[in-house]
């Protein structure tokens, strides 16, 4: 039996990282780290650091993953990931099978941001225990919406009121929620918000959350919203990748 630990670490602050975190991290046999592609090095970085100064000896073997990327001549944007998870997949069963061939032991991830918020890692281990006898467990983390709320020092909703938690994508082709008081966008790698009538509407906008590069930006989406298209490219041309996430609300919500 494999047992499979999905562990949220946070987005890029250390201390993020739970005491559940650092143990499970410290127990396993192996530690899958994603290290190729846009960001990846940088990633993988801060999750070594993290391991080898947060995590007690002896630590994990480590294997470093290259990961596929999305295949563009799948037209269908499910498809197209549905194929891409199946690789992912693929891949570690592979990596898994090669490090550990006895079929046994404690195998690690460590999740940017936590499993539940727009992550993949609960999908595609559910295609591997197709293969692998596998014992899957979540270790939570801190969320990016937590740290964009932390970063701003603002509550993530209206007085009483609901909260929808959507994508660029689903901004940009349908617009506004009907009903929805406060938006958390995340996965906007196009500003969806320019799509938007920007009367009474305010943003709370913020890039690599919990890490020492963190930008953020508020106000009016009038006026607030090329600011952040500025500083979002400058951000991404400096690093070569960002993260970011925001928050819409109409003005004269009450925030509680």
Request: charged share 15%.
């Amino acid at each position: 039996m494999i047992r499979l630990s999905l562990i949220g670490i946070g987005t890029g602050n250390p201390e993020h990282l739970t005491l559940q975190a650092i143990r499970t991290i410290g127990a396993a046999d192996l530690l899958l780290i994603p290290e190729k592609g846009a960001g990846k090095k940088d990633l993988a970085d801060l999750r070594r650091m993290m391991l080898d100064t947060l995590v007690p000896a002896p630590h994990p073997m480590i294997a470093p993953l290259t990961l596929p990327v999305r295949d563009p001549a799948i037209r269908n944007y499910h498809a197209r990931v549905e194929a891409w998870h199946d690789a992912i997949a693929a891949l570690w069963e592979r990596t898994i099978r090669n490090a550990l061939p006895s079929g046994n032991g404690h195998v690690a991830l460590m999740i940017w941001g936590d499993p539940s918020l727009y992550d993949s890692s609960l999908r595609i281990a559910a295609r591997l225990a197709a293969h692998l006898p596998l014992q899957v467990e979540v270790v939570p983390g801190i969320t990016s919406i937590q740290a964009l709320c932390a970063a701003h020092a603002i509550p993530m909703n209206t007085l009483g009121g609901p909260v929808t938690i959507t994508t660029g994508r689903q901004l940009r082709d349908h617009g506004w929620p009907p009903g929805a008081q406060t938006l958390v966008v995340m996965l906007d790698g196009n500003c969806a918000f320019q799509m938007l009538d920007p009367a009474g509407l305010h943003i709370a906008w913020t890039a690599f959350a919990g890490m020492p590069q963190e930008i953020s930006l508020a106000g009016p989406l009038g006026s607030t919203g090329p600011q952040i298209i500025s500083a979002r490219a400058a951000a991404r041309a400096d690093h070569g990748w960002i993260m970011d996430i925001y928050r819409l609300t109409r003005s004269g919500s009450a925030l509680a």
